[in-house]
């Protein structure tokens, strides 16, 4: 005999994937009259995307919106639901939906008096206006026959809810690339970074256990307000809560959830710092809070960063009356646009990082539907230098990268730059190698070197310590600094000399900066990458200056034409990234 849960199962309806299909989109192909398409195929005629420069847009269309009662909805009007749950249309619009029939209960029309009971169906039709969202790619990292390994941009939701729905990471993976997907993990709309998408309930299954299990580490890059402590590692425990979800405010809270996120700097340009952050659990917005609580905002955060809202303290130790708070929140959008502590509205300045434009109101309202229209987003609407940067199995039998966004490089550039004029600096060889090397602390710099700059066989990164060690007297580095290499550091010397990696462990520095991975040509097997990651060192390639440093490491080698063996000094700098660094953006299963 046939169990009822048996023959649930056996009406599950399932799509072409294998996936569940939720009962909203089932009925959303039931054809509401003989006279009207079904809601499916009217949402469909909405599928049209527009690149305009920075932006992409989704003309208006058509969209019946289905829900059924959330529990905080539960025994109230649905008119009250209306103006505390959504922000994007004011009460005006929703009284006139549901007076004009546009709102249904359980397939009946609603009227203003209606109350929304535990399991009841919510259906509202609208002209959706979506907003426009970043154009930047939605980069493939890696996939196989269950996922897709995704590096989401910023300003773009992962899937549809709110005012968004085609203009979504699945959504567009979809409609540009054939791929029907399904999230594993979630990204706040403005954080960019690494998300896995299943292809299958199998590998939603996989990829899901494991997040569940906690067996995935996450490291994540934000940019903050100011500099960061050089400690080893500061870690932050405190609980969190979503005090306003109306705004998406959330905060540290005695009554919150269990949170943990351990932080270490990178860099520290003189006026923000590149952390590296990684997140023991996943609350709402979890480093964002964190870090504005302890006192080191992401630097453009619309949020928590928002000097207008928070006041010069910006929230530091869970400073801040939330009403308050959440009130000043409200109105952005709507009479005000989204400011941070990087970008700030002002329109009595033409500095480069001051703003006057973003989402608001226009005034205006929608010839069809009378919905208030709003002004294109602006830089704080659309990017948060918060990014999913590496995920990796706690086994390691995985891993996935991807680059280091731009806004976390490019005040490094420079140093990179001068370090490949030292690499200039070294005379013509025909077997060795050139190599330049800046030491930076807090942005200025403390000493160069390059390739044999002091006598005998020295390499850049060793002539750049020993030359900082003579001049001062020290034996170390100050905590903080950084060091910029053309190439990556030798693990291994063949004289028998002091490898530059070990040299660098030898010192306070935690960053190390790589203008270009040794090529093959070079010996094949250098461990330095893992090396300094095993002691949590950063290892960060600024990309650009590939073509340059090869070609300045190799200035007096005979051609290729001349020689059918690459030049071999009697001790060349050690090769590449290892093996299995190589791997590191591909699946080890």
Not at 178 to 204: E, I, Q, Y
Not at 527 to 551: M, N, Q, S
Not at 557 to 566: C, D, L, R, W, Y
Request: glycine fraction near 6%; hydrophobic fraction near 30%; charge should be negative.
């Amino acid at each position: 005999m046939t169990s009822r849960n048996e023959r649930k199962k056996e009406n599950v309806k399932r799509d072409e994937a294998g996936f569940r299909v939720k009962r909203q989109h089932l009925d959303s192909e039931v054809q509401l009259s003989p006279d009207h398409i079904t809601i499916k195929d009217e949402i469909a005629q909405g599928a049209e995307y527009v690149i305009e420069g920075p932006l992409r847009r989704v003309p208006p269309y058509y969209f019946t919106y289905i829900t059924f009662c959330k529990q905080r909805w539960r025994d109230r009007k649905l008119m009250d639901i209306f103006t505390t749950e959504f922000r994007d249309k004011d009460e005006a619009y929703y009284r006139k939906a549901i007076a004009e029939g546009q709102v249904y209960v359980n397939d009946k029309k609603a009227d203003l008096n209606t109350v929304l009971r535990n399991g009841e169906k919510m259906r509202h039709r609208t002209h959706k206006h979506e907003p426009p969202v970043t154009s930047r790619e939605v980069k493939i990292v890696h996939e196989d026959d269950e996922l897709v390994v995704i590096d989401k941009p910023s300003g773009m939701p992962v899937h549809p809810t709110g005012r968004y729905r085609f203009n979504t990471a699945v959504m567009i993976l979809k409609h540009e690339r054939g791929l029907h997907v399904h999230p594993c993990n979630r990204l706040d709309r403005l954080t960019s970074g690494l998300m896995f998408m299943a292809k299958n309930p199998k590998g939603a299954e996989k990829m899901g256990q494991q997040l569940r299990s906690r067996e995935v580490r996450k490291e994540y890059i934000a940019r903050v307000i100011g500099e960061f402590p050089a400690a080893e590692e500061i870690v932050c425990e405190e609980p969190l809560l979503t005090v306003d979800p109306k705004v998406a405010l959330n905060r540290v809270h005695a009554e919150g959830k269990e949170a943990k996120t351990a932080f270490q700097r990178i860099s520290y340009d003189g006026q923000t710092s590149v952390v590296k952050c990684k997140p023991f659990t996943g609350r709402t917005h979890q480093i964002r809070v964190h870090l504005q609580y302890l006192g080191y905002p992401i630097a453009n955060d619309p949020i928590y960063s928002n000097v207008s809202v928070w006041g010069e303290n910006l929230g530091k130790g869970g400073d801040g009356d939330t009403k308050e708070i959440a009130a000043k929140l409200d109105r952005i959008g709507k009479d005000k646009v989204a400011e941070s502590w990087f970008f700030p509205v002002t329109q009595e300045t033409t500095s480069h990082n001051h703003i006057d434009s973003g989402e608001r109101l226009t005034g205006s309202k929608c010839d069809v539907c009378e919905t208030d229209l709003y002004t294109d987003p602006g830089p704080n609407d659309l990017d948060l230098w918060l990014h999913a940067q590496r995920y990796y199995a706690e086994d390691m039998s995985w891993s996935y990268e991807t680059p280091m966004p731009d806004w976390a490089l490019e005040s490094h550039r420079p140093f990179m730059q001068m370090a490949l004029e030292e690499a200039r600096k070294c005379g013509p060889t025909e077997t060795a190698f050139s190599v330049g090397a800046v030491l930076v602390k807090d942005g200025e710099v403390l000493e160069t070197g390059y390739s044999r700059e002091l006598p005998g066989n020295t390499h850049a990164e060793q002539c750049a310590l020993q030359k900082y060690f003579d001049r001062t007297g020290e034996k170390d580095v100050p905590p903080g600094t950084v060091i910029y290499t053309t190439m990556e550091p030798c693990s291994l010397r063949l004289s028998g000399n002091e490898p530059c990696v070990d040299r660098i462990l030898k010192t306070s520095i935690k960053t190390v900066f790589v203008g270009v991975m040794e090529p093959d040509t070079f010996v094949k097997k250098n461990t330095g990458l893992d090396k300094l990651r095993h002691a949590g060192v950063e290892y960060i390639h600024i990309p650009g200056f590939e073509a340059e440093a090869i070609k300045a490491a190799t200035f007096g080698h005979p051609s290729k034409e001349s020689t059918e063996e690459p030049a071999q000094s009697e001790e060349p700098k050690e090769s590449t990234e290892s093996e299995e660094a190589k791997e590191s953006t591909q699946s080890k299963e």
